[in-house]
């Protein structure tokens, strides 16, 4: 497959012999599985098959850094407790995974300033570990959660494409890389690298799992744990880097945001008993409910900083708009964040802040306008 081509000619770090050490180069890794919840099992099973797979080519865990919440190997709705398996019928891929920041040190800043190398910031933070790369180091960064038009999720907070490319910018001016690889599996993940956004000739290479403005897919719905496994993006590029691995490459593909509805749909489908169906019908008709209660806070919102524009309105929650206008989105997100729905931690309200990226965008609004109406519409 061609992402294994990607692999080779780009000298990664997953290629399909072990890496050779030398005096001159090192390889580094840093894994990021974004989110929370039992429901979101795939993007730890993803992050834990990565570093099976570097680990396995010769990548030292002094080199790896991963961050995951870890509340998926041991969650009461694992059957299978400590194991983690990312395709139906897999072997285990969280033995050995290195826990060096879990539960709430898996943020946005930890990130950030483990990726720059400040030791000082991460001083008594999870094991501390940070890159250490030089010059003539490759890295690869592997990140896998949700995410948004110019937004990826950490469990409680976000990361936008702002941010993220001015810390790959001060990376490559502090001189901690010759290459570094960037993949990214996220629904909308193009968005984090569109246009400017990633400047060129600094030696990085971005691929992402969408486009600007699709989905992401996930898949292997497994009955015994009643989620699904693997990312369909992720799945590939791993298996076609596991030597001896099946290809199976996802039949069963799923668009992220409609995970937990398929989810539920099968459970209630499997249930084995009139009471499991019945709390699997509940459970759904109360994730149905709470999209469309945070569908019509955000139409509120909207029509609020339109002053009742109904067709201003309805542009805004049906189009799709490149983010560029960083200072406007970020404060947006993060007043939405505080007043209604926190987005890193509500998946349905991270769908909707296309919408905030739409008026951020639109020279019908005002910062301020946008600002006021999500605190009057949450206020009330």
């Known amino acids: 497959m061609f992402l294994t081509v990607m692999l080779v000619s780009l000298a990664t770090l997953a290629a399909a012999s072990p890496v050779q050490p030398d005096a001159e180069s090192k390889h ?31 990548i030292p865990d002094e080199r790896i850094i991963v961050f995951m919440m870890d509340d998926i190997a041991m969650s009461s709705e694992n059957p299978t407790k400590g194991i983690i398996i990312n395709k139906l019928n897999g072997t285990d891929v969280y033995k050995g995974v290195p826990k060096d920041y879990t539960g709430d040190d898996v943020t946005p800043e930890n990130f950030v300033n483990v990726i720059t190398g400040n030791k000082e910031a991460m001083a008594g933070i999870g094991s501390g570990k940070v890159l250490e790369s030089g010059p003539n180091d490759h890295v690869f960064i592997n990140f896998v959660d949700h995410g948004a038009p110019g937004f990826v999720g950490f469990p409680s907070k976000t990361l936008s ?23 990214m599996e996220a629904c909308e993940s193009g968005s984090m690298f569109q246009g400017d956004l990633l400047s060129k000739n600094m030696g990085i290479f971005a691929t992402t799992a969408a486009n ?8 292997y719905y497994d009955k015994v744990r009643r989620t699904f496994l693997g990312d369909v993006y992720s799945i590939k590029w791993m298996e076609d880097t596991d030597i001896d691995a099946m290809k199976d490459y996802c039949t069963d593909k799923v668009s992220s945001p409609n995970v937990p509805l398929a989810i539920l749909y099968n459970r209630m489908n499997d249930a084995k008993t009139v009471e499991e169906q019945k709390e699997a019908r ?99």
């Open 28 to 58: 580094w890794a840093v894994l990021v599985a974004g989110s929370s919840g039992y429901y979101n099992y795939r993007h730890q099973a993803d992050v834990c098959h990565a570093y099976q797979i570097l680990h396995k080519h010769g």
């Open 161 to 183: 494409a702002r941010q993220l490319n001015n810390t790959l910018e001060k990376m490559h001016g502090m001189k901690m890389f010759k290459q570094l690889v960037f993949y």
């Open 212 to 219: 600007a403005g699709e989905s992401s897919f996930a898949c």
């Open 282 to 380: 509940v459970m759904l008709a109360e994730e149905l409910m709470k999209r469309n209660e945070i569908a019509g806070v955000m139409k509120k919102t909207v029509d609020g900083a339109s002053n009742a524009n109904g067709a201003l309105t309805e542009e805004i929650l049906t189009r799709k708009t490149q983010p560029s206008n960083f200072d406007c989105i970020e404060a947006a997100v993060d007043a939405f964040s505080a007043h209604c729905y926190n987005v890193g931690q509500v998946d349905s309200a991270f769908r909707q802040v296309y919408a905030l990226v739409n008026m951020c965008e639109h020279s019908s609004f005002e910062t301020n306008q946008i600002l006021s109406s999500i605190a009057a519409t949450c206020r009330n």
